[in-house]
């Protein structure tokens, strides 16, 4: 008896097309996080090289990763609009990497953040930034992120939810 082919996905740039597929996915991953569709469209047009896709062989898009340079010990505000990327950006911040649950457990969130490490070393930055959400910090403390406890942070991490941290991640 013959087995199928396992699928495989790859990670792409983003691109305007993209965003409705994006829509989707944040829907189906954090309906309890929604964001407006314009918060996907303009960090991809702030920051085009921090917004990919997961793809599968068939095209479908499986998860998205945005991500951009922002200011150590500081986050946007969940659902808004950036306006800008920061000109004395001095941290790279992955603002969300989302995959359906069929695309998980497959290497493909390990190797986009192996990626955005890379991006943002290339770039000079020290560090990574994220926030964990929903009982996600064990999966980032294996990528290397540790918690940092910031007390100007303790209103804007409660409004994403109670076991919200911000984490970072040396570059060397």
């Not at 990670?11 to 569709?37: Q, T």
């Not at 499986?62 to 951009?68: I, K, M, Q, R």
């Not at 998980?104 to 930055?125: K, P, T």
């Amino acid at each position: 008896m013959m087995r199928n082919a396992e699928k495989t996905s790859r990670w792409r740039e983003m691109r305007v097309a993209d965003l409705s597929a994006v829509a989707r996915v944040a829907a189906v991953v954090h309906p309890l996080y929604p964001e407006a569709d314009a918060v996907f469209a303009e960090r991809l047009r702030l920051y085009p090289a921090g917004s990919r896709v997961l793809v599968d062989d068939a095209g479908d898009i499986e998860g998205y990763v945005a991500s951009h340079p922002w200011m150590q010990k500081s986050i946007p505000t969940l659902d808004s609009l950036l306006g800008a990327v920061p000109r004395d950006a001095d941290t790279y911040y992955i603002h969300d990497i989302a995959l359906m649950p069929a695309a998980r457990g497959h290497g493909a969130a390990q190797s986009c953040v192996a990626a955005l490490a890379a991006h943002a070393a290339a770039a000079g930055f020290a560090t990574i930034s994220i926030v964990a959400i929903a009982g996600t910090q064990a999966f980032w403390e294996k990528q290397g992120f540790r918690v940092v406890d910031v007390p100007a942070l303790t209103a804007k991490l409660a409004s994403y939810d109670s076991s919200a941290r911000y984490m970072q991640r040396l570059l060397a």
